[in-house]
């Protein structure tokens, strides 16, 4: 499979396992970041011994619902935006 992420591209495997600090990297985030969101049940992962292991596929379904979210909120915004007129050209 193909992922980007600011301008770089890594090609790997969506069923493999991968570290938090792997995770986090792919995500953009801090690896702290990443054990909190398994440690709340956001992003599934398994243990080896004390190391938590996520699945790739999960990372990248994690990475869209997060897109998905910031698209709807920015839409959100701009629709209360325009509703309150702050589109308007008054200039």
């Not at 396992?17 to 990443?34: H, P």
Request: proline share 1%; hydrophobic share 40%.
């Amino acid at each position: 499979t193909l992922l980007t992420h600011h301008g770089g591209v890594v090609i790997g495997a969506v069923d493999k396992d991968v570290t938090t600090g792997q995770a986090a990297k792919m995500l953009g985030v801090s690896r702290t970041y990443v054990c909190r969101l398994v440690d709340d049940g956001r992003l599934p992962c398994r243990y080896v011994g004390t190391h938590r292991r996520i699945k790739t596929a999960d990372v990248l379904a994690f990475a869209e619902r997060r897109l998905s979210e910031r698209r709807a909120a920015l839409d959100d915004l701009a629709r209360v935006s325009d509703e309150a007129g702050l589109y308007d050209d008054d200039i």
